[in-house]
């Protein structure tokens, strides 16, 4: 699976942005994706993550950040509301196979096995 993110740029406190993640390759509808980000001297940490029965997202993004699909075209979507300057970061988007989907696992970066190349999001205070 190739993925591609794109949309993100600099944004105020408050603002909001709409990232994508084109998906190519294989049957996308067999894949569990997630949205990850990394800030500097950070480690990466996951953001939200969505399958066929599960929706996850980290507790900082709750109530602020959607995540969705359109299988028909092969697409995933993190929609950022109410952003903040802490949410500044590299954000990637991932891959890997429907089976023995969990919460948990959509939340480990290592149980990705595919990854987009990144797109830089900055929220200026």
């Known amino acids: 699976v190739q993925l591609q993110a794109f949309g993100g740029g600099l944004v105020q406190a408050g603002g909001s942005l709409r990232l994508s993640c084109a998906a190519s390759?294989?049957?996308?509808?067999?894949?569990?994706m997630g949205w990850f980000r990394q800030a500097p001297e950070k480690e990466r940490e996951s953001v939200a993550g969505?399958?066929?029965?599960?929706?996850y997202y980290a507790d900082s993004v709750k109530d602020r950040f959607t995540i969705s699909r359109d299988n028909a075209k092969n697409m995933v979507y993190l929609q950022m509301n109410s952003l903040k300057p802490g949410d500044t970061a590299v954000y990637y988007c991932?891959?890997?196979?429907?089976?023995?989907?969990?919460?948990?696992?959509?939340?480990?970066?290592?149980?990705?096995?595919?990854w987009g190349q990144g797109t830089q999001v900055t929220v200026s205070s």
């Open positions: 969505i399958s066929w029965s599960v929706t």
């Open positions: 390759g294989r049957t996308f509808s067999n894949y569990a």
């Open positions: 991932a891959a890997r196979p429907q089976s023995y989907i969990t919460y948990t696992r959509l939340s480990r970066p290592n149980e990705y096995d595919y």
